[in-house]
């Protein structure tokens, strides 16, 4: 062994994280479960097309969501129940293509798994074969739960969704914070338990309060991943185009913008079109002759 090479304890420690240890293959569940005993926490972003997929993979990102959020911020649906099954198995197939090391998690979206967990599992397998995803993400805590037994059975790694489901806005009446109040939060620790009873590697917190947040965290032995839920789950989730600052107008409360592409793009529209009513582009380097 040379002087520049890693030692074995060397090697050991630099694989022992989601960030940098894995590089020769999928992030899978067994690393997001190592992630939680070891208390490191981890990042997971939308994503719903190869290329911005791939920016994410390239950056680090352990685990990269297709949401169903894709109805909003790229299909032009007001909310997400209008996404089919046939979109999002191209969205996810899109997203498979153009990564390498994350982990691709496809929501199951509305309509796909309620009716029977005989659906969920004909749907789940879509994602999987058509697709290509390593695992699938469902709405709902005990009522899902036995849909989640069904797909875990079958080999299909499951992510579960409590808290806020925003699928069921209309039962809602909008996107309000779940779990306040004794009554509430004791039903979101019986959806949090069953979901991991039922063999969910891992469970989404949305707009939940932080203190129970960090209640669910403590007490189950797999991650959580909040939005919208404080700063002591396993792990965070945002919607990337609300990350990067593509979203028009207001954004959840929740959501910190790192960039702010929407100003950007936006120049660089308004500085072509410039350029062509003047004349200036195409110019004589991008002209052939």
């Known amino acids: 062994m040379n002087a520049s090479s890693p030692s074995p304890a060397q090697n050991q420690a630099s694989t022992a994280t989601l960030y940098g240890g894995v590089t020769n293959r999928r992030i899978t569940v067994r690393d997001l479960a190592s992630a939680k005993q070891r208390g490191e926490k981890w990042s997971m972003l939308t994503a719903y097309d190869a290329l911005t997929a791939g920016v994410f993979d390239e950056a680090g990102i352990p685990v990269l969501l297709v949401g169903d959020s894709a109805g909003n911020c790229h299909l032009g649906y007001e909310t997400t129940v209008p996404v089919t099954m046939d979109q999002m198995v191209m969205l996810s197939a899109a997203v498979v293509r153009g990564t390498k090391r994350s982990m691709i998690v496809a929501d199951l979206p509305f309509g796909s798994y309620q009716e029977s967990p005989a659906q969920a599992m004909h749907n789940a397998a879509r994602l999987m074969k058509e697709a290509g995803v390593g695992a699938v993400k469902l709405e709902g805590g ?59 590697f891992a469970v989404v917190l949305e707009a939940v309060p932080a203190e129970l947040a960090a209640q669910v965290t403590e007490q189950l032995a797999i991650p959580t991943v909040g939005i919208g839920g404080g700063r002591d789950t396993d792990a965070q989730v945002l919607v990337w185009t609300d990350m990067a600052g593509m979203t028009a107008g207001r954004v959840p409360k929740f959501v910190k913008q790192y960039a702010n592409l929407r100003a950007v793009l936006g120049d660089a529209a308004r500085a072509f079109a410039e350029d062509v009513r003047g004349g200036a582009f195409p110019a004589e380097e991008h002209t052939f002759h």
């Open 142 to 200: 005990e009522r899902s739960a036995r849909s989640i037994e069904l797909l875990v059975e079958a080999g299909i790694p499951v992510m579960a969704h409590i808290g806020l489901t925003p699928q069921s806005v209309h039962a809602l009446g909008g996107y309000p914070v779940q779990g306040r109040g004794d009554e509430a939060a004791h039903q979101l620790l019986r959806d949090a338990k069953a979901v991991q009873q039922a063999g969910a």
